[in-house]
């Protein structure tokens, strides 16, 4: 039988997460009083993003193995499996607004000198996001003055969504590609789930349920924005989201470049005249033999993940510096990025979070933020019968891109609200309260910046009670009910 959970907090945010993502920090007795000793951090984002049906990972460490000297036991074994990035926390800076996130993406692309990689769902097509386009030409026509341009531009974005309506995010990029097509790129992916006569039936923007391109990172030269937020005007002024800026940190930028890079390979590619095929060799997304796309898609994904893990791993066995290479700044910040592509059978990204949340004792503390609570069968399970302390925010349905939607499309709202009060009810009702700066006072200061984001975010929350369900804006209609259940995993 499954322990009782101690305590389980919900809250609804007036402002939007909108990246599906578990951010979780996990800290124990010996955790504190180990931390306190060697001061390092943790940063884990992970996007929530499929079914979790796949077994936690294992540790295959041999033994006497010592790639990962300095970081805590705990969480070791992710260095088995992922990327293990070790890099000083003075070097990770928190964004805390919209305007301070796009503000920010203008100036770096200004000032790029070799490269500007941009993955996202989509493009917006308003000014706001045609000024960032504005801002990439001028950087490509600086380039231009010199004999042998440098900058190279790429974006990365879902092909479904990215071609929405008859000015989309194609043709927001179609000048740039026609004005540098030896310095841009624009890759548009595909899922292999929509084809046939299934994608000769689902309508425009319906067929975005069946399978989308979701990451959000924003690379400038060496430095980077890991991000939930898509390049469109709301994530730029009123749609709050989790903005994490990477300053010069030159092994995690190039792994993104790479991880970008190599999805883009398998993705079809815009041309100038808003025609789109593949790279010569690639099987087609949809026109192709599902099972061999997929394979050779996996293949050429995991290679990257796969080529970074082991170098990181070999350049911690062979220099364990606790300084960065200007020798001034400590290592004090581990970095594990996930990958989460399930119709390419890639599953790294529900393995290493529900081994997390497995091992998650009741002395420990979690953290989930998500802007669509949606959780998996298995994430239910192992939340309800956890023994640990949860702490869970989501959005409000009034920031829900899909609020005052016609037709079926503004139902969706109502039917996250059913979703959580479902949660809502099936949790233990005893509540303990703790405060929860004590979950950061013994770690390096980058905690202390991720701490005050999460302050920021519960500082528009409210606390989720049983009268949060019998306010009238949170009435779901019968049909609704009875239809969740049936596409919850669409959305």
């Not at 399978?211 to 060496?222: C, E, M, R, S």
């Not at 949809?286 to 996996?298: H, I, L, P, T, V």
């Amino acid at each position: 039988m499954a322990a009782p959970m101690t305590w389980k907090r919900l809250v609804f945010s007036a402002y939007t997460p909108a990246f599906s993502c578990v951010f979780t920090r996990v800290t124990d007795r010996f955790f504190r009083t180990h931390e306190r000793r060697r001061g390092s951090t943790v940063l884990l984002l992970a996007p929530l993003l499929a079914e979790a049906d796949s077994a936690p990972l294992a540790s295959s460490r041999p033994p006497g193995f010592t790639g990962v000297e300095g970081l805590h036991s705990r969480f070791q074994w992710m260095a088995d499996h992922v990327p293990a990035f070790r890099v000083p926390g003075g070097r990770i800076r928190i964004l805390h607004s919209p305007d301070e996130f796009y503000q920010t993406m203008k100036a770096r692309i200004k000032t790029a000198k070799s490269r500007v990689v941009m993955a996202s769902l989509y493009l917006g097509t308003g000014p706001l996001e045609q000024d960032l386009v504005d801002c990439m030409e001028e950087a490509l026509e600086r380039s231009q003055e010199d004999h042998v341009p440098d900058l190279k531009v790429s974006f990365l974005l879902d092909y479904t969504r990215g071609s929405r309506g008859k000015h989309n995010s194609r043709t927001m990029l179609l000048p740039l590609l026609q004005r540098f097509p030896e310095q841009m790129r624009v890759s548009l992916y595909h899922t292999p789930d929509l084809r046939g006569l299934l994608r000769l039936l689902v309508p425009e923007r319906f067929n975005e349920t069946i399978g989308v391109q979701h990451i959000k990172a924003y690379l400038f030269d060496n430095s980077l924005i890991i991000s939930g937020a898509n390049l469109s005007d709301s994530y730029f002024t009123n749609r709050q989201d989790r903005y994490v800026l990477l300053e010069d940190c030159e092994e995690v930028a190039d792994f993104f470049a790479e991880l970008v890079g190599a999805v883009g390979d398998v993705s079809l590619q815009l041309q100038p005249d808003n025609s789109v095929h593949m790279m010569e060799g690639m099987v087609h997304p949809y026109k192709g033999n599902r099972a061999e796309f997929s394979a050779s898609a996996q293949r050429r994904i995991m290679e990257v993940v796969n080529t970074a893990r082991v170098r990181q791993s070999m350049l911690e066995a062979e220099c364990s510096d606790i300084l960065d290479s200007d020798r001034t700044m400590p290592n004090d910040t581990w970095i594990f990025p996930l990958v989460q592509m399930k119709p390419l059978g890639i599953h790294l990204d529900e393995q290493v979070t529900q081994r997390l949340l497995i091992e998650a004792g009741g002395d420990s503390v979690v953290y989930l933020t998500s802007g669509y609570f949606n959780l998996t069968c298995t994430y239910m399970q192992l939340v309800l019968g956890a023994a640990a302390d949860y702490r869970i925010l989501m959005a409000s349905p009034e920031v829900n891109g899909f609020f005052g939607a016609k037709g079926v499309a503004g139902a969706i709202p109502e039917a996250y609200v059913h979703l959580a009060r479902q949660f809502y009810k099936k949790r233990c009702v005893s509540w303990v309260s703790r405060v929860v700066s004590t979950c950061m006072n013994t770690i390096a200061p980058i905690g202390h910046f991720m701490l005050k984001e999460q302050e920021v975010l519960y500082q528009s929350s409210t606390q989720v009670s049983n009268s949060t369900f019998n306010q009238p804006d949170r009435h779901v209609k019968l049909w609704v009910q009875l239809v969740t259940p049936l596409i919850k995993n669409f959305f």
